[in-house]
């Protein structure tokens, strides 16, 4: 299984860099991007677990990037980071879906915190969304028995056809 991916997105160079660091010492792969527009054309190319999202933004800010990333890619967990942000800033981007808010300087211990609970929030999303599509197959044939696989075997011989009345 891959190991979870995270994406920083910051202006400042030296906070992606030192995230970049941290966050792969500790085993995640992580990439980062400097500003919005980038950001969302990472998001397409691969898909990302945990986006760390900088409020402050050249171009598109931080809360434009995290309403585009909740119509793009859902599932993705977000924490915001800014140093300058006020707490109705916090609140909007919470009430657009953002998974947390950390302020900076960022404390070591409490990233790496927020990121392990982002990644346990995303892998219970997904192993949620797949037990929803289990439950709403009508029809599921279970086993791998012979005669079991001798009735898929007559099934799709007789599928492509249509009955005559």
């Known amino acids: 299984m891959s190991r979870p991916a995270i994406l920083i997105v910051d202006d400042e160079p030296g906070v992606v860099s030192s995230l970049l660091g941290i966050l792969t010492d500790v085993g995640y792969e992580a990439a980062g991007a400097a500003d919005g527009p980038e950001c969302l054309a990472r998001m397409k190319e691969r898909e990302f677990a945990v986006v760390l999202l900088d409020v402050w933004l050249p171009e598109m800010d931080g809360i434009q990037v995290l309403e ?10 977000v924490i915001m980071i800014s140093g300058h942000a006020s707490i109705e800033t916090a609140v909007r981007a919470t ?11 960022l404390s070591l211990e409490k990233t790496l915190l927020v990121v392990k609970n982002a990644l346990h929030q995303h892998q219970l999303e997904l192993e949620n969304r797949k037990l929803r599509e289990q439950i709403n197959q009508k029809y599921v044939m279970i086993g791998d028995s012979v005669p079991m696989q001798a009735l898929r075997q007559q099934i799709r011989f007789a599928a492509p056809r249509t009955a005559a009345s």
């Not at 585009?68 to 967990?77: D, F, N, V």
């Open 68 to 77: 585009r990333i909740r119509q793009e890619s859902p599932l993705a967990s």
């Open 95 to 105: 009430k657009l879906g953002a998974f947390d808010f950390v302020e900076k300087p």
